[in-house]
Structures are given as structure tokens and as C-alpha cells.
């Protein structure tokens, strides 16, 4: 059974780091893209961050540029988000996904995805 599992997630204060991890099980994540995600409450979803398979290609949204960093550690099959000097409008269910892309952001190209990890940024 396919899967992925985000971890890493919790309550931090503006200014803080936190860093998710997306650990696929039941395949090999170095064939796929590999992207975050995230949905604040009453929004909708929106791109973070995505990485190619061989980790040399990465994007992000513009509003995480500088602060983010995507990578990804093929032999542990799981993919990291570093997000460091959070602020609150980053609160959000944070989601990875995984699918045989191109390098995009666009959430229908993406065949597998996880349950979500809850980040929270408040004083």
C-alpha cells in the first residue's frame, strides 16, 4: 500500500523553525516529484514548495522564498521542509504529495498525498 506520513509539525512562535518530514512507505520515493502543500482554515489549498526526483530542481511560492528550504534524502525515502523565521500566516494543515511530474505546483498532478501535519504559529 502506497503511503506517506508528514511529521514534524506542532505549535511554534513568530520567528521560530520547525521542520516537516514526508516519509513514503510501500514505494520508492526517489522515482517521484515531491511536493508541499498547505490549506489554512477558510482558504484554500496552495502550493509551498516542490523537488524533482534527483533533488536538483526546486520551486516555491513566492510568500516562503528565503524562509523555506525543500530537500530530500533518497535513501531514507523521505523529503524535509525546513521552515525557519515562521510567521502566523503560515498556520496551516501542511500536506506532501508525491506523483511522476514535472516539476509544478499545480495539486491534480499529484497521485499520492498524506494525511497532514498541523503547524501552528502564534505568540
Known amino acids: 500500500q502506497f503511503q506517506l506520513v508528514e511529521s514534524g509539525g506542532g505549535l511554534v512562535q513568530p520567528g521560530g523553525s520547525l521542520r516537516l518530514s514526508c516519509a513514503a512507505s510501500?514505494?520508492?520515493?526517489?522515482?517521484?516529484?515531491v511536493a508541499w502543500f498547505r490549506q489554512a482554515r477558510g482558504k484554500e489549498r496552495e502550493g509551498v514548495s516542490t523537488?524533482?526526483?534527483?533533488?536538483?530542481?526546486?520551486k516555491y511560492a513566492d510568500s516562503v522564498k528565503g524562509r523555506f528550504t525543500i530537500s530530500r534524502d533518497n535513501a531514507k525515502n523521505t523529503v524535509y521542509l525546513q521552515m525557519n523565521s515562521l510567521k502566523p500566516e503560515d498556520t496551516a494543515v501542511y500536506y506532501c504529495?508525491?506523483?511522476?511530474?514535472?516539476?509544478?505546483?499545480?495539486?491534480?498532478?499529484?497521485?499520492?498525498w498524506g494525511q497532514g501535519t498541523q503547524v501552528t504559529v502564534s505568540s
Open positions: 523537488i524533482s526526483s534527483s533533488g536538483v530542481t526546486t
Open positions: 510501500g514505494f520508492t520515493l526517489d522515482d517521484y516529484v
Open positions: 504529495a508525491a506523483g511522476q511530474t514535472i516539476v509544478t505546483m499545480h495539486p491534480q498532478l499529484y497521485d499520492y
